[in-house]
């Protein structure tokens, strides 16, 4: 059996380790800061540790190969992809989104997807497994790489259901940002689930200060089990109730995602539907179309100008709304496009 990859301890966890080898704790943060920001990718390269030290942890963790790398630039809006290969052929993609004053990261949280969701390509793909945390991290170094600069922003949106793979999102926010790696502040990262309702309660219940959103697609539940099959397990009143649990206990809003699919839910007494389902939760909701992808081919994207009238619908009831202009389609890199293959142009 292979030996854990030490970039999945947090520090506290690290520093347990150097007791029980009898080493001083205080080399604790040299370490974790060699690995997490200085990106070493053997123990030998440990600069100033010593050599009997790094024996004794290379006999305890590993510390596997970094990730082959492909990418991919939108030609439109200077979007980035990253496609990962993993040393045992997992994949995993990352996209780096650039708006006028700030850079985002949008990671993945598996290599494919168990949720099934119709529209969405990854979805296409079933799960082929859950990402470690330290994973995690290599996408979002990557992303810092080619930014040149840290990310304003973290999303976890890419790839997977996060909440699925919730102990490794965990152990990944937790990594990001302690201040001896590469000190992420947490409230700079949200978390994207389609609605696993144990884990917006976890959640609300932990000191963690990551945001949450939470992809309603739709306002039918009807319509929403034709969409996923997520629907069945989480009906959207047990996901907006627990929302509302989360918001109460936490003191935080919650982000609500809708998806425009042309002619399925974009009417004003869509909207109305909407405001019934969401009322009395504090929240912003984000207005995204529906990006086409091979898997999804029945539907299509809503139209902008009925989008304009929906949201009227939402602001006019004093919902906070935001209309998000998809990146880097032309790329395969939008919401619900990632497929980890070489279709994308
Ligand atoms: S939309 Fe999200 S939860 Fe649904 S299949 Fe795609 S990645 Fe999975």
Not at 198 to 209: G, K, N
Request: aromatic letters at 6%; a positive charge.
């Amino acid at each position: 059996m292979t030996n854990p990859d030490i970039r999945d301890f947090t520090r506290q966890e690290l520093a347990g380790t150097m007791i029980s080898l009898g080493e001083k704790g205080s080399r604790v943060d040299r370490i974790f800061n060699l690995l997490h920001r200085k990106g070493a990718e053997s123990f030998d390269a440990m600069e100033g540790i010593p050599g009997e030290l790094k024996s004794k942890l290379a006999a305890r963790y590993s510390l596997a190969p970094a990730p082959a790398v492909e990418k991919r630039v939108s030609k439109t809006d200077k979007t980035i992809k990253l496609l990962f290969r993993f040393p045992d052929g997992a994949a995993a993609e990352s996209v780096v989104i650039f708006n006028k004053k700030t850079v985002s990261a949008c990671l993945s949280s598996q290599s494919g997807c168990a949720c099934g969701c119709t529209f969405c390509a990854t979805g296409g793909l079933g799960l082929k497994r859950d990402l470690r945390a330290h994973e995690i991290l290599a996408q979002f170094a990557a992303c810092r790489r080619e930014a040149g600069r840290a990310p304003d922003s973290v999303v976890l949106m890419g790839m997977g259901e996060p909440f699925l793979n919730w102990a490794n999102v965990k152990k990944s926010v937790l990594l990001l940002s302690d201040n001896k790696g590469h000190n992420f502040p947490q409230a700079r990262i949200t978390v994207s689930t389609v609605g696993v309702v144990p884990v917006i309660r976890e959640l609300a219940e932990s000191r963690l200060e990551i945001r949450l959103a939470i992809s309603l697609i739709t306002a039918d539940e009807k319509q929403r089990a034709e969409l996923t099959p997520m629907e069945k397990k989480y009906p959207l009143r047990e996901i907006v109730e627990a929302a509302g649990y989360y918001c109460a206990r936490t003191k935080k809003m919650v982000f609500f995602e809708y998806i425009f699919f042309d002619g399925l839910n974009d009417s004003p007494q869509d909207a109305q539907k909407l405001l019934a389902l969401i009322k009395g939760v504090p929240c912003k909701v984000n207005l995204i179309m529906y990006n086409q992808n091979p898997g999804g081919a029945a539907f299509t994207p809503g139209r902008f100008e009925k989008g304009k009238v929906f949201q009227n619908i939402l602001v006019e009831a004093g919902i906070r709304t935001h209309m998000r202009r998809e990146k880097g389609t032309d790329i395969a890199a939008a919401c619900g496009q990632l497929a980890a293959g070489p279709e994308a142009p």
